[in-house]
């Protein structure tokens, strides 16, 4: 694949910064750097974890990219994460999907934590001395929140919480994971009978399976968690009793889904560039396969889909940053992502022949990829049911309009009782 590039799109610029612009080239730079030579690694061991990219992303601060810089982050928005995720995504998806997988509980804690658990939690996440995950998706349920088994009962100043989890991104390298569980008897509505706690990697009774490599994303973690009479404290709640749906479902959609938008088109643009530089070079009837307008149409419609998924997932998080109510491009944005960067890499399979089979072929491991972006957050049959309830203009929560402000307000103005 050509070397990435540096400079950001003429079109993008209504939406980037300055500083937009240097996290770009900062992630390019590293992408070339620090993630390109461990790609071969990474995919000739799927079983084996890749920690130091974790390591290094973390000494720069990247899973502090929506932390206040009074709890240690760099505090530059949700543009900012977007850009890093991408650019990483363009060089790998699986160290795109490891920085993107700490983001998630931290907009959570960000969102519903009081003063001291900020203080508690996000400093080491801004450091990357002390990763978190997210664990929602149950061997049975699925990520239907509604349908969610693990129970948590009150023992005195303790919880004991007892299920399993699947599918929990970065779960051998966080060292506490944001555990959602059901907290009301039978008959409880979903709204009122969850909640989310706080468990560190380390409590008695909690097992985490060893790693298995999936269909792709090779070296990033997404395993399961066993939960047996875990006990931890009443400080490790994470906002209101009852209010575990509500943390779910908004970091899903804050941050889940402009997250996996930002993965799907960092490995849409790896398609598109990977396809261009392959017809450019290759000779058919004394010219390249670029010159026949047969395989131009199918590189005009993968170029197409590249540039509209761009602006999508871009203007969704600028939306964002302003405050501005965006449910609804946010959820547009991953799965329009996803299907348009799935119907690119498709095509390019194609266009490269039996060449695209080759083990060793850069597009294998991008059409690989490319499927781990469409279950999490939501499927596409999700995506469409919440874009259809904007189509009818039917009364829910804007999490946008409500929390998103509070990722770059200090610690000491976020208030749990104002949200």
Same mark, same amino acid.
């Given at each position: 694949?050509?070397?990435?590039?540096?400079?950001?799109?003429?079109?993008?610029?209504?939406?980037?910064?300055?500083?937009?612009?240097?996290?770009?080239?900062?992630?390019?730079?590293?992408?070339?750097?620090?993630v390109t030579p461990r790609i071969a690694r990474m995919e000739a061991a799927p079983d084996?974890?890749?920690?130091?990219?974790?390591?290094?992303?973390?000494?720069? !601060?990247?899973?502090?990219?929506?932390?206040?810089?009074?709890?240690?982050?760099?505090?530059?928005?949700?543009?900012?994460?977007?850009?890093?995720?991408?650019?990483?995504?363009?060089?790998?998806?699986?160290?795109?999907? =490891?920085?993107?997988?700490?983001?998630?509980?931290? !907009?959570?804690?960000?969102?519903?934590?009081?003063?001291?658990?900020?203080?508690?939690?996000?400093?080491?996440?801004?450091?990357?001395?002390?990763?978190?995950?997210?664990?929602?998706?149950?061997?049975?349920?699925? !990520?239907?929140?509604?349908?969610?088994?693990?129970?948590?009962?009150?023992?005195?100043?303790?919880?004991?919480?007892?299920?399993?989890?699947?599918?929990?991104?970065?779960?051998?390298?966080?060292?506490?994971?944001?555990?959602?569980?059901?907290?009301?008897?039978?008959?409880?509505?979903?709204?009122?009978?969850?909640?989310?706690?706080?468990?560190?990697?380390?409590?008695?009774?909690?097992?985490?399976?060893?790693?298995?490599?999936?269909?792709?994303?090779?070296?990033?973690?997404?395993?399961?968690?066993?939960?047996?009479?875990?006990?931890?404290?009443?400080?490790?709640?994470?906002?209101?009793?009852?209010?575990?749906?509500?943390?779910?479902?908004?970091?899903?959609?804050?941050?889940?889904?402009?997250?996996?938008?930002?993965?799907?088109?960092?490995?849409?643009?790896?398609?598109?560039?990977?396809?261009?530089?392959?017809?450019?070079?290759?000779?058919?009837?004394?010219?390249?396969?670029?010159?026949?307008?047969?395989?131009?149409?199918?590189?005009?419609?993968?170029?197409?889909?590249?540039?509209?998924?761009? =602006?999508?997932?871009?203007?969704?998080?600028?939306?964002?940053?302003?405050?501005?109510?965006?449910?609804?491009?946010?959820?547009?944005?991953?799965?329009?992502?996803?299907?348009?960067?799935?119907?690119?890499?498709?095509?390019?399979?194609?266009?490269?022949?039996?060449?695209?089979?080759?083990?060793?072929?850069?597009?294998?491991?991008?059409?690989?990829?490319?499927?781990?972006?469409?279950?999490?957050?939501?499927?596409?049959?999700?995506?469409?049911?919440?874009?259809?309830?904007?189509?009818?203009?039917?009364?829910?929560?804007?999490?946008?309009?409500?929390?998103?402000?509070?990722?770059?307000?200090?610690?000491?103005?976020?208030?749990?009782?104002?949200?």
């Amino acid at each position: 694949m050509p070397a990435t590039s540096s400079t950001p799109p003429p079109a993008l610029r209504p939406y980037l910064s300055a500083r937009h612009a240097q996290l770009w080239t900062e992630a390019d730079t590293f992408a070339d750097e620090q993630v390109t030579p461990r790609i071969a690694r990474m995919e000739a061991a799927p079983d084996r974890v890749e920690r130091k990219l974790a390591e290094l992303m973390g000494a720069r !601060g990247w899973f502090g990219a929506t932390i206040p810089t009074a709890l240690g982050g760099i505090g530059a928005g949700h543009v900012a994460r977007s850009v890093l995720v991408h650019r990483i995504a363009c060089a790998s998806a699986s160290a795109a999907a =490891i920085l993107q997988a700490t983001l998630i509980p931290v !907009g959570a804690v960000l969102h519903f934590a009081n003063d001291e658990q900020r203080q508690r939690w996000l400093p080491g996440v801004a450091d990357g001395s002390r990763l978190l995950s997210i664990a929602v998706t149950e061997p049975e349920a699925g !990520g239907h929140i509604g349908g969610i088994e693990t129970t948590a009962r009150r023992a005195g100043k303790e919880w004991v919480i007892t299920g399993s989890k699947v599918h929990v991104g970065n779960s051998h390298i966080a060292a506490a994971h944001l555990v959602v569980a059901r907290t009301a008897g039978a008959g409880a509505s979903t709204s009122t009978a969850l909640t989310a706690f706080m468990v560190e990697s380390d409590r008695p009774g909690l097992t985490l399976h060893d790693h298995r490599g999936g269909l792709g994303l090779h070296g990033f973690s997404a395993g399961r968690l066993d939960l047996d009479q875990v006990r931890i404290p009443h400080d490790n709640v994470l906002g209101d009793i009852g209010r575990g749906s509500a943390v779910a479902q908004s970091s899903s959609i804050l941050y889940g889904r402009p997250n996996l938008a930002a993965v799907s088109l960092g490995i849409h643009e790896a398609v598109v560039a990977t396809t261009t530089e392959r017809l450019k070079t290759r000779i058919r009837y004394r010219s390249t396969l670029s010159d026949l307008p047969v395989l131009r149409d199918r590189v005009g419609g993968m170029e197409a889909r590249l540039r509209a998924a761009r =602006i999508l997932a871009y203007q969704a998080v600028h939306l964002l940053d302003e405050g501005v109510s965006c449910d609804a491009e946010l959820i547009n944005s991953k799965y329009l992502g996803h299907r348009w960067a799935m119907k690119s890499a498709q095509d390019a399979m194609e266009l490269h022949g039996a060449h695209a089979l080759d083990r060793d072929y850069l597009l294998q491991r991008l059409w690989r990829d490319i499927q781990h972006t469409y279950p999490p957050a939501g499927t596409g049959e999700v995506q469409r049911i919440r874009l259809a309830d904007a189509a009818f203009d039917e009364d829910h929560v804007q999490w946008s309009e409500r929390l998103a402000a509070t990722s770059a307000t200090p610690a000491n103005e976020l208030s749990t009782a104002s949200i």
